[in-house]
Structures are given as structure tokens and as C-alpha cells.
């Protein structure tokens, strides 16, 4: 039987080879998607991580939920961070799909002039993954402009359900799985929590 030493030792071993093996140095993309609550969250919070270093940002929210969110009246003025909302309300309590469309190619248009910007070393572009739902944006060149990106850009793309070709090209994708959630034991949507 190995000792508890021992078999530290075997796993800082393989630790040590894996971290020697990594020695690319570029941004990547990260997918944050499922049903449950830490997606655009989990964004803001490696943003926040990112302007901490001393790095340029820009957040795009393809969907407006709520204006005046936390992490929205924090951010706004921080001179490393522009933030762009777009959209019109939750998609279930929208009623014109032209304006909608029209809000979406807008956003798009924001996203992929950041996507040439060597400057911004993080893009969130929250919820952005409805806009392949609902067709309101074609993901070919979706695709191409990330393919295309400038090396060191990092981007977070949130929403639920991811379509197949972003998958294909992200480099980390982490599933929020809903285990449970407050709401359904008829907790109120709080401020500092939900929004
Ligand atoms: P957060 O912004 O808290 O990280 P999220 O980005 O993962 O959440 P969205 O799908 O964007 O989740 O939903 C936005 C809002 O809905 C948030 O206020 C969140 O707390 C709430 N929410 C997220 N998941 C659930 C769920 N499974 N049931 C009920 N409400 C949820
Ligand atoms: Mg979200």
C-alpha cells in the first residue's frame, strides 16, 4: 500500500508534466452555458479578473434584461471597460421581431469592430447564443470573425443552449447544470443576486 506521500508525490508528478506541456501563450474562447444560475455571472467575474491585471474590455449584452443591474452600475465608468446594451427586453416579453433583428445586426456590428481591436484582451458577449436561436443572426460569420480575432483576445460568450459550430471552435466550455434554484421555492428575484 502507498503511503499518502507517496502518492502526492505520483500526482504532483503528473501535475508538473501536464503544466510543462502547456506552454501556449493565447486567448481563448469560453462558452458558459445550461439551465442553471452562474453563467453571465461567471463572465462578469473573469472580466473583473481581467481589468484587475490592467487589461482592456468590452461587454456587449445581446439581451437587455434589466438596465441597472450590479455589475452594470459598477463597471460602466471604469475606464478599462465599455459596455454596450442592446436588445429589447426579455425575449418572452418581446412582440417586434424586426426590432429585434434590427437590435441584434446593430450589436453585431459593435462585436466584430471589437473583434479587429488588438486593444480589448476581453469580450463577454452575454447572452448572445439566443441570437442563433431565434435566427436573428447567421453564425457563419459568427465564426469566421472569432476564428480571425487578434491572438491575444479573450472572449466569453453566455446562454443556455450553445450551437454546434461554436463548440467546435471554443477552447474551454463549462455546463452550469440546474440543480436547484430559490426562485422555485417562490424566493423573490433579489438585487445583488439575480440582478
Ligand atoms: P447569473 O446572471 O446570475 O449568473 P445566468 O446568466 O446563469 O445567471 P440567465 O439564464 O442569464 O442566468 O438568467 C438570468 C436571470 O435568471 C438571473 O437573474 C438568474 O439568477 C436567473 N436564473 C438563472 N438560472 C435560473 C434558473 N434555473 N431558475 C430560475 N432563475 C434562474
Ligand atoms: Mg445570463
Not at 416579453?93 to 459593435?110: L, N, P, S, V, Y
Not at 484582451?121 to 470573425?145: H, I, Q, T
Not at 480575432?149 to 450553445?162: A, E, L, S, Y
Amino acid at each position: 500500500m502507498k503511503t499518502h506521500q507517496e502518492r502526492m508525490a505520483k500526482k504532483k508528478e503528473v501535475i508538473d508534466k501536464r503544466i510543462a506541456s502547456a506552454t501556449e501563450e493565447r486567448g481563448v474562447l469560453i462558452l458558459l452555458k445550461g439551465n442553471g444560475k452562474g453563467k453571465s455571472s461567471s463572465a462578469f467575474g473573469t472580466m473583473a479578473r481581467c481589468v484587475g491585471h490592467g487589461k482592456k474590455a468590452a461587454v456587449i449584452q445581446f439581451v437587455k434584461g434589466r438596465t441597472e443591474t450590479g455589475e452594470y452600475k459598477l463597471f460602466r465608468d471604469h475606464a478599462l471597460i465599455d459596455w454596450h446594451v442592446m436588445g429589447h427586453g426579455f425575449t418572452w416579453e418581446t412582440q417586434d421581431k424586426e426590432q429585434d433583428i434590427a437590435a441584434a445586426k446593430k450589436a453585431w456590428q459593435i462585436a466584430e469592430a471589437l473583434l479587429q481591436d488588438d486593444r480589448y484582451e476581453m469580450l463577454v458577449f452575454d447572452e448572445m447564443s439566443y441570437m442563433f436561436k431565434y435566427k436573428y443572426l447567421e453564425l457563419a460569420p459568427v465564426l469566421e470573425a472569432l476564428k480571425n480575432r487578434p491572438k491575444n483576445q479573450n472572449v466569453m460568450i453566455t446562454g443556455r443552449v450553445m450551437p454546434e459550430g461554436l463548440e467546435e471552435i471554443a477552447d474551454t466550455i463549462s455546463s452550469i447544470r440546474d440543480e436547484r434554484h430559490a426562485f422555485r421555492l417562490g424566493v423573490k428575484a433579489q438585487a445583488g443576486i439575480e440582478y
